[in-house]
């Protein structure tokens, strides 16, 4: 497995394209480097995730693998498999999966749930305007972020293709609409899917494909979620009965159907393509960006926290940890500065056009724990940590006192701006501190969840604890997911209603400080900048995490601590905690940047058992950091 200088060409020159002339008939552009890891639609052209999830995803035969690493390149199969559902698919000849994908193979099989609401070009609704033409003649128009939601649906449609075409999924998609589209629409989205099973553009096709969607199966399917008297609440943001319903199909749980209690069995309508057996569910807005990248991490991160309950000796619950038992790990949406939006100038001083930055969560959403025995390896949920486990490397790991990772639980829930914030009151996300608008859940987790729905149904006192969003250290930037129209920066919250709410006077009164000393006099469009605005940078995002939790570790070793000195005085983390004196070396950067474009979960095999130990602390493998 070849690591040294596979993402150097990151570091080359970006061009973001951000104002179109018609008189010059070219589009200006500023020139930089995103270089925070985060798969946007902005500065990844190719579907597919970043360079290296493409290099190793694609599709490959047995004899092609590198010698010996077989076992990695089935870690996605085997993760979903073993979270996934029990009963498998029928591959055999002259089946609807044999027809789709020429093979009698195995694959993971994930739900695509598409909430659709809002889409639009400007202020008409999508399915009233155009599909994107196909092979039409000419340069291609240049379209800016926010003229057409087509752009962002045609992007996530490549990438759900990219990963069939991998051989290793097999992907099902649901376009949750409010009322019946277009003809042309359902099979322009058919024809985006033809590793998926899709049949080309009329244009493409052979003679004997020739045949129409109702005549054939078909990956994709328009579920029309309201009826008439809902018609106007499914269009309202505020209502949040667009996210009901996707958590309704994806759930499904009993009582919402034929009754019962048994979470195993969904009663929704057979007619429905999520009432099939699933290994994963991927609930997801228009507006978000899908890729394969967080499709693998989110599976890596659930076969962890399965090692960690299944352990031999699994962790015992602490007072500084998560309140839950049943964590999951969940997403927050990322974006980008966009020129287009009118108080562009007032935020460029929050950072530059080539760095994403979270606006629904900031430094005080979440804590950091550190999960002993949170670790799996290849063949499925299978603990590195436990000493009753076969293999050799996971007996070795086992006698390492410090063998599992750092996780960031969250202490609040994420809070969007108006009009999100309103529709997540009447529909929370499944997840508490998890997104409504981007969410997945494998078989297991969604069974887990279910039994606690049902339990809080029929009025029980003993039911289990709802799940809490976690996010894995070392693969942070795989859970930053692009909202792809990059209009979120600049937006005043809801009074009330932001991030670090649980810090509210704290901030108040740091903010009454500032007034008292004059810091910023003359200065308010700073001040309120500083206190009205949350835009919280993915590089500050992991930065905190990780000095709050090599601070937790500082606090829990230091046994006599000065009440004057400043800063850590036992363990610190060796690439943020540097001076000018002991500036940092250059394989710590390389480590970062290994961990910000997700190769601490792609190359788990290598980073968790090599006895190459300079990237643990990148991570999220090191509980004790450095010494001072």
């Known amino acids: 497995m070849i690591l040294c200088g596979s993402f150097s060409h990151g570091l080359a020159l970006q061009k973001y394209f951000y104002r179109y002339s018609k008189t010059r008939g070219k589009a ?64 055999s000849a002259g089946t609807v999966w044999s027809q789709w994908f020429q093979e009698n193979q195995d694959r993971c099989r994930i739900l695509f749930a598409i909430n659709t609401v809002g889409a639009g070009r400007g202020s008409t609704m999508l399915w009233e305007t155009n599909p994107p033409r196909v092979h039409a003649e000419g340069p291609q128009p240049w379209i800016s972020e926010q003229e057409t939601a087509a752009t962002h649906l045609l992007r996530n449609l490549q990438e759900i293709d990219a990963m069939c075409a991998t051989g290793w999924i097999a992907a099902r998609v649901q376009m949750l609409v409010c009322e019946p589209i277009p003809a042309k629409w359902t099979e322009w989205i058919d024809a985006q899917l033809v590793h998926c099973g899709g049949k080309p553009w009329p244009l493409d096709r052979a003679v004997d494909e020739d045949m129409d969607m109702e005549d054939r199966p078909s990956p994709v399917q328009i579920v029309v979620v309201a009826s008439a008297t809902t018609a106007d609440s499914c269009h309202d943001l505020k209502s949040g009965l667009m996210e009901k319903r996707t958590q309704d199909l994806i759930l499904a749980p009993p009582h919402l159907g034929k009754g019962g209690n048994d979470a195993t069995q969904k009663t929704t309508n057979p007619d429905l393509v999520s009432s099939g057996d699933f290994d994963l569910h991927v609930a997801m807005k228009w507006t978000t960006l899908v890729s394969v990248r967080a499709v693998n991490s989110f599976l890596q991160a659930s076969a962890d926290m399965a090692a960690a309950a299944s352990t031999t000796n699994p962790p015992s619950p602490t007072d500084n940890g998560p309140s839950s038992p049943f964590l999951v790990p969940s997403f927050v949406r990322v974006a980008y500065v966009s020129e287009e939006n009118s108080k562009v100038a007032k935020w460029r001083m929050h950072g530059d056009f080539f760095h994403p930055a979270a606006w629904e969560i900031c430094k005080d959403s979440f804590d950091m724990t550190w999960i002993p025995n949170s670790l799996s390896g290849g063949g499925g949920v299978n603990g590195l940590c436990d000493a009753d486990s076969n293999t ?22 994420q809070m969007p701006t108006s009009p999100e914030v309103y529709a997540n009151e009447k529909t929370p996300p499944p997840v508490l501190g998890g997104s409504n608008f981007f969410w997945m859940v494998t078989e297991r987790q969604r069974v887990e969840l279910v039994q606690g729905m049902v339990c809080r149904h029929e009025g029980k006192s003993d ?85 709050k939790a090599a601070r937790a570790r500082d606090a829990a ?59 643990m602390e990148a991570c999220g493998l090191k509980r004790d950091f450095a010494p001072l």
Do not use: M
Request: glycine content about 6%; some cysteine.
């Open 28 to 91: 200006d552009y500023f020139e930089g480097r995103d270089d925070s890891g985060v798969v946007s639609a902005r500065f990844v052209e190719e579907a597919g995730a970043n360079d290296e999830y493409k290099e190793f995803f694609q599709q490959r035969s047995p004899d092609q693998l590198p010698e010996g690493e077989a076992d990695a390149y089935a870690r996605l199969l085997e993760n979903c498999i073993a979270l996934g559902s029990t009963a498998r698919p029928d591959t």
């Open 392 to 413: 050799a490397v996971a007996r070795k790991l086992s006698e390492r006192q410090d063998c599992g990772q750092w996780w960031a639980y969250f202490t609040e829930l």
């Open 557 to 615: 070793l230091t046994t006599h601590r000065n009440a004057e000195a400043v800063g850590p005085q036992t363990v610190k983390s060796s690439y943020y905690d540097v001076t000018i004196t002991k500036p940092r070396g250059p394989v710590l950067g390389w480590c970062q940047a290994a961990a910000r474009r997700g190769l601490c979960t792609l190359y788990a095999d290598y980073f968790r058992t090599s006895n190459d130990e300079r990237c």
């Open 463 to 547: 039911c289990p604890a709802e799940p809490q969003a976690v996010i894995p250290l070392g693969d942070l930037e795989s859970f930053l997911v692009n909202f792809t129209p990059n209009t979120a920066l600049g937006k005043k919250h809801v009074k009330g209603r932001r991030p670090g709410y649980s810090q509210e006077d704290d901030r108040e009164a740091d903010r009454q400080r500032v007034l008292e000393r004059k810091q910023l006099q003359d200065h308010e469009e700073i001040e309120k900048a500083l206190f009205d605005y949350t835009i919280y940078p993915a590089a500050l995002f992991h930065k905190d995490a990780t000095l």
